[in-house]
């Protein structure tokens, strides 16, 4: 058997509450090289743990990946360090960037180190799988734009982007600028917003020639931080996405665009990032990262993964995976499987099927 992959989505969170946590196989039998993408709850890295060790038959893991601080997809990875032996863990360490940003800050009272113990203990999840893979002499190394990790390439984000951008406006730093200060309510507001959506939702008709998804919509800088990373697999390609908004995919496209490399006419694979919310893709960035729509009736020859429980009925949003569908994606998400798998050239294993997403004529306003 040749090269080939496979991905797997653990099962995350309960209820309306959703992570991420994604075991990728990948090369020749006898050579395969594992990486995790996010670990989710400490109970689904658990999971993760087991999955690995009783489907993959090893207790090796090449590379670890945190897409971001959020303890949805950091915490999981404690366990993974834990049990597993790993090679690498690729993260990103704000903390470490305190005197590059400290001058952003309106408290005057802030000091490098203040800074830096600030971050530490807001992003403690993602700060203790940092502590963690020192203390077992683990090499701990940022990923950005360019960089390669295994099989895999970094798209986003750009270092100074990240630096001097991103940090300054996470929900968990001292309020930098006034305008952070209202993008933090806005933000809130969203999250009161779409907690109350499964009891009260208004529903738009939609056609597949009439997208509704919006065109200006915004997600938190924590999100937009989301390591963005591109495989190609024997000519199959994989975008993982985590939580990544429009500006992080539209600097992915860019980037990708600036090799003279074509994501759309190259994708095989696509994680729906942020777990099916509309506030993280725009028509436009789908257009340059999945390709334009195509016409009504088209064979969904691509796959398309939404991380959301079995129990959430917010996410994916309708909406999102309509938008995924017009452009060749057959989405899926999990049901009451303890993961799902998508894999190509890779041996046989017993899962139960999953039925695609449909096509909804009806989706949230």
């Known amino acids: 058997m040749s090269a080939g992959y496979e991905i797997e989505f653990i099962h995350v969170g309960t209820g309306q509450r959703n992570g991420d946590a994604i075991a990728v196989r990948y090369g020749e039998p006898g050579a395969y ?19 690995i060790k009783e489907n993959y038959g090893t207790s090796r893991v090449d590379d670890v990946v945190n897409s971001h601080p959020d303890s949805d997809h950091a915490s999981g990875l404690r366990a993974v360090l834990e049990e597993l032996d790993v ?3 690729h993260m990103h360490r704000p903390w470490e960037h305190s005197s590059k940003i400290l001058d952003y800050f309106k408290d005057g009272r802030l000091t490098d180190q203040s800074l830096a113990a600030r971050l530490k203990d807001k992003m403690a999840a993602a700060y203790e799988v940092e502590q963690l893979a020192l203390g077992k002499r683990i090499p701990v190394i940022e990923p950005f734009q360019g960089m390669t990790i295994g099989n895999f390439v970094v798209l986003s984000p750009p270092r100074d982007w990240y ?22 309510a806005v933000d809130s507001l969203v999250k ?19 997208e509704t998804l919006q065109e200006d919509v915004e997600t938190s800088a924590e999100n937009e931080s989301s390591v963005i990373l591109f495989g190609n697999f024997d000519g199959q390609g994989v975008l993982l996405t985590g939580d990544a908004g429009v500006q992080a995919l539209s600097r992915a496209a860019d980037y990708t665009e600036g090799l003279g490399f074509s994501l759309p006419n190259n994708l095989r694979f696509v ?6 919310s509309r506030h993280n893709v725009s028509p436009s960035v789908l257009d340059r990262i999945l390709g334009p729509k195509l016409p009504s009736g088209s064979v969904q ?30 989405c899926y998400r999990h049901g009451n499987q303890s993961w799902i798998r998508h ?3 890779m041996p046989a294993r017993t899962a139960t099927p999953l039925p695609p997403i449909p096509f909804h004529d009806r989706v949230e306003a």
């Open 33 to 51: 090289k594992i990486l995790v993408y996010d670990g989710g709850t400490l109970a689904a890295g658990e999971t993760l743990v087991r999955h």
């Open 87 to 89: 090679g690498r863990v």
């Open 163 to 184: 630096i001097h951008d991103l940090i300054a406006d996470f929900e968990k730093s001292p309020q930098a600028k006034a305008e952070t200060i209202v993008t933090s």
């Open 192 to 210: 009161v917003v779409e907690g109350a959506a499964a009891k009260v939702m208004t529903w738009i008709d939609e056609k597949w020639d009439v």
């Open 271 to 276: 994680q729906i990032p942020h777990h099916g």
């Open 301 to 330: 020859a691509k796959i398309a993964f939404a991380s959301a429980c079995a129990e959430c009925t917010t996410h994916p949003r309708k909406v999102v995976t309509n938008a995924f569908r017009r452009r060749g994606y057959g």
């Open 343 to 345: 894999n190509h050239n």
